[in-house]
C-alpha cells in the first residue's frame, strides 16, 4: 500500500467548508453561526468518536455502512480533524503550486482571497 495523502501533502485539505462572498457580505452573522458549528462538529469528531458515528452513517454511504466500520474510520482518522483554516493554508498553497507545476490547474487562484480568516476568528472567538 502506498502513501496516504497527508503524506504526500501534510495538511492539505480534503474537505472544506466554501460559502460565496455575496452569502458572506448578505448573512455574515448566519455564516459565523455556520462556522461555530463546524468548529463543534469536529471537536466531537475528534474528542468523541461515538457520538459522532450516528450522524456520520446517516451521511456517509446513504446510512448503509455498519456504524462500527464507521466509528472505526472516524477513530483512525481523528487526529486529522480540523476546523481552523489557518492549518490548511500552506498545504493548500503547496497543492495549488504542485497543481499548477503539472499543468493540471487551468489558471492560478489568488490563494489570499481564498480564505476569510476572519470568519473563523469570530466563530471561535480568536
Do not use: W
Request: net charge negative.
Amino acid at each position: 500500500m502506498g502513501p496516504e495523502g497527508g503524506e504526500l501533502f501534510p495538511d492539505q485539505p480534503g474537505a472544506v467548508l466554501a460559502v460565496r462572498e455575496g452569502t458572506i457580505a448578505d448573512h455574515r452573522d448566519a455564516i459565523v453561526a455556520l462556522v461555530a458549528a463546524h468548529e463543534r462538529a469536529t471537536q466531537m469528531l475528534r474528542d468523541d468518536p461515538a457520538a459522532a458515528t450516528a450522524a456520520v452513517a446517516k451521511y456517509v454511504g446513504g446510512g448503509r455502512l455498519d456504524p462500527e466500520i464507521v466509528k472505526a474510520a472516524i477513530e483512525r482518522s481523528r487526529d486529522g480533524f480540523v476546523a481552523d483554516p489557518n492549518r490548511i493554508t500552506a498545504g493548500t498553497k503547496a497543492m495549488h503550486d504542485f497543481q499548477e507545476a503539472q499543468g493540471t490547474l487551468k489558471q492560478p487562484v489568488d490563494l489570499d482571497a481564498l480564505f476569510d480568516l476572519g470568519l473563523y476568528g469570530d466563530a471561535s472567538g480568536n
